[in-house]
């Protein structure tokens, strides 16, 4: 059901129930109707389906500085759980109950559906030009679907002609092993298994403690990130999610059935069988997996940096920043090459929206399209000039100090200032685009990229004869632009039988993989082609079907074909 903010803006201010009063700061009925403007005090309710764990109400520096510039503090409340903020929000959509702003991630769905999200599209055009400056050419892509082409939310989770400078995913190793092993090749998972088995076998403990080569994180949804994501990744498949999608037909099939794939869950069924799995992995929790990581014993990972992020702060904090991790882009054989940095270009979906409880979308339009200014970018990326950065010749640089800290006390300087705890919140720019000054909106190009790293990386990096990890992956002119983006964020129907089937896939998945995993190597084909078999049983052919046109309708849509 759509909701347009205008006609809401007109209910009688009687009409509004209590729990839409209590949601957004301020009572009167000129902030109702959405005519409060300027600084004064207000607060709006916000829910993100991601956790924040350094998130602070706003009270460090930049939360601060926000406020005086808007006026506008956040009552914020993030999902804590690591369930994508499931069980919250399927409660929003059932009860009606609905924050100010909220950011739902893959359950926008259920909040469209149950008439939660108000369309931004004339808020965007009468009071956001910076946000209308930011998605320019990209408004087409901000629309929900071929049938409903209002905007619900505005995409936060890519940076708008964003540029990857470095690579924080792949297969880790810690720079300690890699030194002592006079840093060998890391190309094929053939070599990843050489150098962790090499280095275990000389170091069977650390610290007193036995030496866990590789250790994966599958608790929960994250079962996808260490465990079921690499299959297509070292076989020359980019990420759509759980689909490997055909690009000259738009042809979606689950990405296990790939013949190459079973081959990577064979290498870990090898893995598991030599004792070089750590035989936890499909039992611990996330906090086990970080806490393991910590305490420097963990040769090698299978992750993206955000994952495992906290784990190796706490090791650099400790001074051993030597047990922190390289990145390298290993693949089943030679034959493949790792696509993680092939272009999809532009890509929206998940992001924040604005519910229909906010009785103030205005003000809430205007804060949003300041954290999307010029001034707004600067300061969540760089922070306070004088404090955090310095003004050089017309260049932004970050001095020594503040970057030590940055470097090897994230957690803590996080915290305290509000560097990179406000980027999802509202649109912003990518890596690599300059400001009016000439400037990088963001902090992460090459130089402070390649200033911000350890002493332990730079010798990894030199090593191997590159500037930074990005460096040693395939480059994405090697590949063509995607035309559907990522497919792991398109929006699904949420009272379609698609969702019901894809559940009962995914229950699937997440029970039999590890069964492959851990099954005595001469059982693995078996419970691996019954997995695909009971796939089919359940459903996965025509849901197939229904994602394929899914695809093919993004594609319509993004080329500005659809009907309007």
């Given amino acids: 059901m759509k909701k347009h903010w205008s006609r809401f803006a007109l209910i009688p201010l009687l009409a509004v129930s209590l729990a839409?009063?209590?949601?957004?700061?301020?009572?009167?009925?000129?902030?109702?109707?959405?005519?409060?403007?300027?600084t004064d005090p207000i607060t709006f309710s916000f829910f993100g389906a991601d956790t924040s764990p350094q998130w602070n109400g706003m009270k460090d520096e930049i939360g601060k500085e926000i406020t005086k510039k808007t006026g506008v503090t956040l009552n914020?409340?993030?999902?804590?759980?690591?369930?994508?903020?499931?069980?919250?929000?399927?409660?929003?959509?059932?009860?009606?109950?609905?924050?100010?702003?909220?950011?739902?991630?893959?359950?926008?769905?259920?909040?469209?559906?149950?008439?939660?999200?108000?369309?931004?599209?004339?808020?965007?055009?009468?009071?956001?030009?910076?946000?209308?400056k930011l998605y320019g050419p990209y408004m087409d892509r901000l629309k929900y679907s071929n049938k409903d082409q209002s905007i619900y939310v505005l995409p936060t989770y890519a940076g708008v002609g964003q540029e990857s400078f470095d690579a924080t995913g792949g297969f880790e190793i810690q720079h300690k092993v890699l030194k002592e092993l006079g840093y060998p090749k890391v190309r094929t998972l053939q070599d990843y298994e050489n150098v962790l088995?090499?280095?275990?076998?000389?170091?069977?403990?650390?610290?007193g403690k036995k030496t866990i080569p590789l250790t994966?994180?599958?608790?929960?949804?994250?079962?996808?990130?260490?465990?079921?994501?690499?299959?297509?990744?070292?076989?020359?498949?980019?990420?759509?999610g759980e689909y490997f999608i055909d690009p000259k037909t738009f042809e979606a099939q689950l990405h296990y059935k790939r013949p190459e794939e079973k081959e990577y869950f064979r290498w870990l069924n090898h893995m598991y069988n030599e004792g070089l799995l750590d035989k936890d992995s499909f039992v611990q929790k996330s906090d086990q997996y970080k806490s393991k990581i910590a305490s420097g014993r963990v040769l090698g990972l299978i992750d993206q940096e955000w994952g495992y992020q906290d784990a190796e702060n706490a090791l650099k904090a400790s001074g051993k920043s030597e047990s922190s991790y390289a990145h390298f882009p290993v693949t089943l054989s030679e034959e493949y090459k790792d696509r993680s940095f092939q272009d999809t270009g532009f890509?929206?979906?998940?992001?924040?929206?604005?519910?229909?409880?906010?009785?103030?979308?205005?003000?809430?339009?205007?804060?949003?399209?300041?954290?999307?200014?010029?001034?707004?970018q600067v300061l969540v990326n760089?922070?306070?000039?004088?404090?955090?950065?310095?003004?050089?010749?017309?260049?932004?640089?970050i001095p020594a100090d503040v970057l030590e800290q940055k470097t090897n006390n994230t957690t803590n300087f996080n915290k305290s200032t509000g560097i990179d705890?406000?980027?999802?919140?509202?649109?912003?720019?990518?890596?690599?685009?300059?400001?009016?000054?000439?400037?990088?909106?963001?902090?992460?190009?090459?130089?402070?990229?390649?200033?911000?790293?350890?002493?332990?990386?730079?010798?990894?990096?030199?090593?191997?004869?590159?500037?930074?990890?990005?460096?040693?992956?395939?480059?994405?002119?090697?590949?063509?632009?995607?035309?559907?983006?990522?497919?792991y964020n398109l929006t699904t129907d949420n009272e379609s039988s698609y969702n019901v089937t894809f559940k009962k896939t995914t229950d699937i998945i997440r029970k039999r993989i590890p069964e492959a995993i851990l099954a005595p190597a001469s059982n693995f084909d078996t419970v691996y082609d019954n997995m695909i078999k009971e796939l089919d049983a359940a459903g996965a052919v025509q849901m197939e079907q229904q994602y394929t046109q899914l695809v093919k309708d993004r594609v319509e849509l993004w080329s500005g074909k659809a009907s309007k």
């Fill in 421 to 487: 705890l406000y980027t999802l919140i509202s649109g912003h720019y990518g890596d690599g685009v300059k400001d009016p000054t000439g400037n990088y909106y963001t902090a992460k190009f090459p130089e402070q990229i390649i200033a911000a790293y350890s002493k332990p990386e730079k010798e990894s990096l030199k090593a191997y004869g590159v500037k930074t990890w990005k460096d040693l992956f395939p480059d994405k002119k090697e590949f063509d632009v995607k035309p559907w983006g990522a497919a």
């Fill in 197 to 207: 088995k090499t280095y275990a076998a000389k170091h069977p403990t650390i610290n």
């Fill in 382 to 397: 760089w922070g306070i000039e004088g404090k955090h950065y310095e003004i050089k010749d017309g260049k932004r640089v």
């Fill in 347 to 376: 890509t929206s979906g998940y992001g924040v929206g604005i519910t229909e409880n906010c009785k103030d979308p205005v003000r809430a339009i205007k804060f949003l399209d300041y954290l999307a200014s010029d001034e707004g």
């Fill in 216 to 240: 994966l994180d599958a608790d929960d949804w994250r079962i996808m990130i260490t465990v079921t994501n690499p299959a297509f990744q070292t076989t020359g498949a980019p990420d759509d």
């Fill in 20 to 38: 839409a009063l209590a949601g957004c700061g301020g009572s009167d009925k000129a902030a109702k109707e959405g005519t409060s403007s300027g």
């Fill in 76 to 132: 914020a409340e993030f999902d804590v759980s690591g369930g994508g903020g499931d069980d919250r929000i399927a409660l929003m959509a059932a009860s009606g109950e609905y924050p100010d702003l909220v950011s739902p991630k893959a359950n926008i769905n259920k909040l469209v559906d149950a008439g939660a999200m108000i369309d931004l599209t004339d808020l965007i055009n009468d009071h956001a030009p910076n946000l209308k």
